[in-house]
């Protein structure tokens, strides 16, 4: 059986975070969701259908950098094939549905409200799904062009259509993982682990003072300043934080050295200036977006890819923005590309063309 993961039209509702990274390549817990349906599942293959601005990157990334032999569009499947929809967080509810799902005989179209969760097909319908995935797929391409399907309600499933679903589910799942301290500890840190578990990877620096309030995993080369407070916080790996940090799921290559966020989704790759703050609703901070000190992001935001922000804000910005006290300007993509570069070479690297291509 071949796993496959694709993404239908709602992948605009969890803008800023799905620009860049679609949600089943967010990491959380130190794996990428689509792994924890790996795990279950135990597929003999892997392939995504991207869209073509983040296809080249992932295919990169995943391949040729991380060697991790998964497909990237690929123009046949020459297998029976799952095909799991973007929306549907690998929780245990989902994964059982899944397993069942394998069993059956046929073609099966699992759905909740019109909106199809995953499609299993054997191998004789496989070019046939293909060729609905590497377009955008609706629910009527799947039912019109897939004969003799087994249609299976899922109403009580649940699903990623905004960006506090994902991440109320994340760290639902980061709350199923099991502690385990491998990285520096320093003197005077407290962990605490009664409502949920403690990962410090290996290469990962917490220093004294800091208190650890579980589900926290702090990712490989996450550095943890003096004195912070993490509690339900996922930091993927490459990070610099300080301050006080609770309910974040954030990507890597993060430098928030002295923040107060509560509430936080991010792809990665931003850079927040001291004393930024974010409180009363969820904030999408997204990918080479930046702030100035003494920001506040009030209420639920959404902050656009390469964009700024300096001040009281609330509401969305758009890519490649400035605001400013009320003011909003263009940001010339080549200062925004230089960000990119400075906050990479805080970790010593430099950016792909793919990374820099998202800031054109």
């Given at each position: 059986m071949k796993l496959v993961f694709f993404e239908d039209p709602s992948w605009r509702e969890l803008w800023p975070l799905s620009t860049v990274k679609p949600v089943f390549l967010l990491e959380v817990g130190g794996r990428r969701l689509y792994e924890y349906w790996v795990d279950a599942l135990n597929p003999e293959g892997v392939a995504f259908f991207l869209r073509p601005e983040v296809a080249g990157l992932y295919d990169w990334l995943l391949n040729i950098r991380e060697e991790r032999g998964v497909e990237v569009n690929p123009d046949a499947l020459d297998d029976d094939v799952l095909a799991v929809s973007h929306v549907v967080p690998p929780l245990p509810k989902a994964l059982e549905l899944a397993s069942k799902a394998l069993g059956w005989p046929g073609n099966v179209l699992v759905h909740k409200g019109g909106r199809v969760l995953m499609v299993k097909v054997s191998v004789s319908f496989a070019d046939t799904l293909v060729e609905i995935l590497k377009g955008e797929p609706s629910p009527e391409l799947f039912l019109n062009l897939l004969e003799a399907t087994t249609d299976i309600p899922f109403p009580d499933a649940p699903e990623?259509?905004?960006?506090?679903?994902?991440?109320?589910?994340?760290?639902?799942?980061?709350?199923?993982?099991?502690?385990?301290?491998?990285?520096?500890i320093e003197d005077g840190v407290a962990i605490d682990?009664?409502?949920?578990?403690?990962?410090?990877?290996?290469?990962?620096?917490?220093?004294?003072?800091?208190?650890?309030?579980?589900?926290?995993?702090?990712?490989?080369?996450?550095?943890?300043?003096?004195?912070?407070?993490?509690e339900a916080c996922s930091l993927a790996g490459y990070a610099i934080v300080g301050g006080c940090f609770e309910n974040c799921i954030m990507g890597p290559y993060v430098q928030a050295p002295d923040a107060r966020l509560t509430n936080v989704v991010s792809p990665g790759y931003v850079e927040l200036a001291p004393l930024t703050v974010s409180w009363g609703g969820v904030a999408g901070i997204g990918y080479v977006s930046s702030t100035s000190p003494l920001t506040s992001l009030e209420g639920a935001c959404r902050i656009g890819r390469g964009s700024e922000v300096a001040g009281r804000f609330t509401g969305d910005l758009p890519p490649l923005r400035r605001y400013r006290d009320g003011d909003i300007e263009d940001v010339d993509p080549t200062h925004a590309k230089a960000r990119l570069r400075r906050l990479l070479s805080k970790f010593n690297l430099l950016p792909s063309d793919y990374e820099l291509s998202f800031l054109d």
């Open positions: 990623f259509l905004r960006l506090e679903d994902v991440l109320r589910y994340s760290i639902e799942l980061l709350s199923r993982s099991e502690n385990r301290l491998e990285g520096g682990t009664n409502a949920g578990p403690v990962v410090i990877e290996k290469g990962a620096i917490v220093e004294s003072g800091s208190r650890l309030v579980g589900p926290v995993y702090v990712g490989p080369g996450v550095r943890v300043r003096a004195g912070t407070r993490l």
